[in-house]
């Protein structure tokens, strides 16, 4: 009897130990595991900052060879100009140059803001306009494309989006109004508030939807 309490009493010194040496086996799988798993995430961010490169290189590669282009067709617009036989062809493919160089200016215009942080608003919507009013108006209309209001530095993140609706409202304005555009950048206490407007129709009473307001 004594020698088998004996035997129980060392079974249960010994579990301790066991116990232990279970718990670091386990503390060493795991930690062996967290290391490898911040090795994939490493791996894993390197092939997504590579990814974000390349798609950035694409994007500046594909700017540039579509701005060549335009330039070739100005080019060979101007070159028609100058081998037609009357002056009447002649002067409409000097308009097809002019409008086909306008349309790259504005659409550099609209890509400007890519690589900024931030964009003084209102000088950047002047040289937008002037860019659009010469691709869209012609002189002898007698239409005017105008800035007004106050300005104010945005970010790019906020700036590129607004630029892109200015230019299509501004080019519907085209369409349908017969006078000048104005395009407004006004504060209405802690917001501003962006308009193109114009003397075209307007929306029918009852479709147009409340003015969004956002803050800067």
Request: aromatic share 4%; hydrophobic share 40%.
């Amino acid at each position: 009897m004594a020698i088998a309490k004996t035997r129980y009493e060392l079974q249960r010194s010994n579990r301790p130990v066991a116990s232990q040496t279970s718990v670091w086996k386990k503390y060493g799988e795991a930690k062996a595991e967290l290391a490898a798993a911040l090795v994939r995430e490493r791996e894993l961010l390197r092939e997504k900052t590579a990814l974000l490169q390349r798609q950035e290189m694409l994007a500046d590669e594909f700017e540039h060879r579509f701005h060549n282009s335009l330039q070739v067709i100005v080019s060979l617009l101007s070159l028609q100009s100058r081998a037609t036989a009357t002056a009447e062809a002649a002067a409409q493919l000097n308009i097809a140059a002019e409008r086909v160089a306008a349309f790259g200016r504005v659409h550099r215009r609209l890509h400007l803001l890519d690589h900024q942080k931030t964009v003084e608003f209102k000088q950047y919507l002047q040289h937008l306009c002037n860019d659009l009013a010469s691709l869209l108006l012609p002189q002898e209309a007698g239409r005017a494309l105008m800035v007004a209001g106050m300005n104010v530095k945005l970010p790019a993140a906020v700036g590129i989006p607004l630029g892109l609706i200015v230019s299509e409202l501004i080019t519907n304005s085209s369409k349908y109004a017969k006078g000048d555009t104005t395009v407004r950048i006004e504060r209405s206490g802690t917001t501003h508030l962006l308009s193109v407007s114009d003397d075209g129709p307007g929306i029918p009473g009852g479709l147009m939807s409340p003015p969004v307001k956002g803050s800067v």
